[in-house]
């Protein structure tokens, strides 16, 4: 996807909440914003609609 690693690591090393959506830190166990405990990670492969 980004044209060097260390842009890419940058980019896709990031953790979703399931509630609200928001980015978090990959080393991250709640959210920033609303506090809930179940994080994904991003995904690194693209999804075609």
Known sequence: MA???????RVLSKQICMR???RN???????RK???GN???????RRNA
């Not at 044209?3 to 690591?9: C, G, L, T, Y």
């Not at 830190?25 to 959210?31: F, G, I, K, L, T």
Request: aromatic share 8%.
């Open 3 to 9: 044209k060097f690693e260390p842009a890419e690591d």
């Open 20 to 22: 609200c959506n928001a």
């Open 25 to 31: 830190p990959d080393r991250a166990e709640n959210c």
């Open 34 to 36: 609303c506090g809930y």
């Open 39 to 45: 994080l994904r990670r991003k995904s690194k492969e």
